[in-house]
C-alpha cells in the first residue's frame, strides 16, 4: 500500500514536471510570411479573359513558360485545352484569350 501511493506521487511530479516543460519548450508566436505571386495570374491589357478561364487547373506559368507562339498555335492550345481536358470557355472567349495571348509579350514571351 506504501509503495502504491510513493508511486502515485511520482507519476504525479512526473506529470507536472512534463507540463511545466512542453509549455516552457513549446511557445507559441505568429510569423508573416508572402505567399509567392510571380507568375499565378496574367497580367497587361486584355489578361481578365485569360485569368478567368485559364487558371482554374493551372498557374498562369504554365502558359507564360512556353515560347513565343504564333496565333494559330496558340488558337490550337487553347481548343485543345477546351476538347481535350474540359476546360469551360465560352465559345465567345476563344478569340479574345488567342489575341491575349499571341500579341501580349508577358504571355509570349
Ligand atoms: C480544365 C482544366 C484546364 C483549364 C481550364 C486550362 N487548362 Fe491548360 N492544361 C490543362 C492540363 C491538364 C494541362 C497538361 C498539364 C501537363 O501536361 O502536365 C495543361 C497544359 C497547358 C499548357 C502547356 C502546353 C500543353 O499544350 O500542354 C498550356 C500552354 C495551357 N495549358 C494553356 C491554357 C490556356 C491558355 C487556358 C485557358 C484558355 C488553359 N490552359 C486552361 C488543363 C487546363
Known amino acids: 500500500m506504501r509503495s502504491y501511493v ?9 506529470l507536472l514536471t512534463g507540463t511545466a516543460l512542453a509549455h516552457d519548450s513549446a511557445p ?10 510571380g507568375d499565378r495570374q496574367f497580367t497587361g491589357p ?4 485569360a ?13 507564360t513558360v512556353q515560347a513565343p507562339l504564333s496565333k494559330e498555335v496558340w488558337e490550337g492550345i487553347v481548343k485543345k485545352m477546351i476538347k481535350v481536358y474540359k476546360a469551360p470557355v465560352a465559345d465567345g472567349d476563344v478569340a479574345a484569350i488567342v489575341d491575349y ?4 509579350p508577358a ?3
Not at 510513493?6 to 512526473?14: L, P
Not at 486584355?46 to 479573359?49: A, H, K, L, N, Y
Not at 485569368?51 to 502558359?63: D, I, K, Q, R
Open 6 to 14: 510513493q508511486i502515485t506521487g511520482i507519476v504525479v511530479t512526473a
Open 28 to 37: 507559441l508566436k505568429s510569423e508573416n510570411f508572402d505567399l509567392p505571386v
Open 46 to 49: 486584355g489578361s481578365e479573359v
Open 51 to 63: 485569368n478567368n478561364n485559364c487558371l482554374t487547373c493551372h498557374s498562369a506559368g504554365m502558359v
Open 101 to 104: 495571348l499571341s500579341n501580349n
Open 107 to 109: 504571355a509570349s514571351k
